[in-house]
């Protein structure tokens, strides 16, 4: 065997290697992944929200969601205290501890969307909280 064909016969080998591991790496991206948490089976409708004094803006996510529902009006504006016990980490948030009393200004109250009530099948109060706890919408629970 020359020179020659052993080049030739280790560069199939290696296309043929990196054949597999994009097909194995492709297969890996569309294998079903189980949801870590019930609140999975609603993550179309955490990322549908749109901010009500904003319309083109999104509430956010799941991972900006805390369920809040603890709420009361104070000297006539709005409150409620952070009640989420769920573990942070999964859901890729900051942590906002229990009992965190959060002012709901009166133009991030998320009543409806499109002139439609919004619904909220989260079984919670929702509050979009940015990291610096701004918030970005309020949706009380129920609706659905």
Same mark, same amino acid.
């Given at each position: 065997?020359?020179?020659?064909? %052993?080049?030739? %016969? ?23 992944? %189980? ?50 016990? %769920? ?8 942590? #906002? ?20 009530? #919004?619904g909220?099948p989260?079984?919670?109060? #929702?509050v ?15 609706? #659905?």
């Amino acid at each position: 065997m020359t020179a020659e064909d %052993r080049m030739e %016969r280790a560069l199939k080998i290696f296309l043929a290697i990196v054949v597999l591991v994009t097909l194995a790496l492709g297969l890996m991206g569309i294998v079903k992944v %189980r949801a870590h948490d019930e609140d999975h089976n609603n993550d179309a409708w955490y990322g549908s929200l749109l901010q009500p004094d904003n319309p083109n803006a999104s509430c956010c996510g799941l991972a900006d969601a805390y369920w809040c529902d603890d709420y009361y009006a104070r000297d006539g504006k709005a409150y409620c205290r952070i009640t989420d016990d %769920r573990d942070d980490a999964p859901l890729k948030r900051p942590h #906002v501890d229990i009992g965190t009393e959060i002012l709901i200004p009166d133009y991030k109250l998320k009543w409806e969307q499109n002139g439609k009530p #919004v619904g909220n099948p989260t079984g919670h109060s #929702v509050v979009f909280l940015s990291s610096m706890l701004h918030v970005f919408c309020f949706v009380e629970n129920g609706g #659905v």
